[in-house]
């Protein structure tokens, strides 16, 4: 003869189920699931040899974002051979790497920290495999913006 399942032990088997499952999702996203994110393209003229999907952006040397996307056109007059990449921004990883309100997501916001001369530029971050990544810094008397 066989035993009926008691509904309060399968109910607390799939609520324990759900509750691993949403800690395990929060876990390996890194927290990334309800951080925002920025994305912003900018143009290089010179090669893109050694970057990669994923090479780090860094604001003097710290980590706050990747790259995301490489494009060989994207956006450009014929005559404009810069080539774009997409990086992307994560608010709360800035945030949490200073005590300062930090607020990049407005387009205004940007276009005044671009007017003070922030300047995305490509840097080598190891001379023996020639990997680049995206240093964001701020220059004296900066060319003008395109």
């Known amino acids: 003869m066989s035993k009926k399942a008691n509904p309060t032990?399968?109910?607390?088997f799939?609520?324990?189920?759900?509750?691993?499952?949403?800690a395990g999702?929060?876990?390996?996203?890194s927290g990334s699931l309800f951080s925002t994110k920025h994305r912003y393209i900018m143009?290089?003229?010179?090669?893109?040899?050694?970057?990669d999907l994923g090479?780090?952006?860094?604001?003097?040397?710290?980590?706050?974002?990747?790259?995301?996307?490489?494009?060989?056109?994207?956006?450009?007059?014929?005559?404009?051979?810069?080539?774009?990449?997409?990086?992307?921004?994560?608010?709360?990883r800035l945030k949490e790497k200073t005590d300062r309100a930090v607020n990049i997501g407005?387009?205004?916001?940007?276009?005044?920290?671009?007017?003070?001369g922030l300047r995305g530029r490509l840097d080598a971050a190891s001379l023996v495999t020639g990997v680049l990544l995206v240093p964001l810094e701020f220059v004296n008397n900066p060319p003008p913006a395109v």
């Open 25 to 29: 999702l929060v876990m390996f996203s």
């Open 43 to 51: 143009y290089f003229a010179g090669s893109l040899k050694g970057l």
């Open 106 to 116: 407005t387009p205004e916001k940007l276009k005044e920290m671009v007017a003070k």
């Open 55 to 92: 090479a780090p952006v860094q604001f003097k040397g710290v980590t706050i974002g990747k790259v995301v996307e490489i494009y060989v056109a994207h956006n450009q007059s014929p005559d404009d051979f810069a080539l774009p990449v997409l990086v992307e921004i994560d608010d709360a």
């Open 14 to 22: 799939i609520v324990t189920g759900l509750a691993l499952g949403v």
């Open 9 to 12: 032990v399968i109910g607390v």
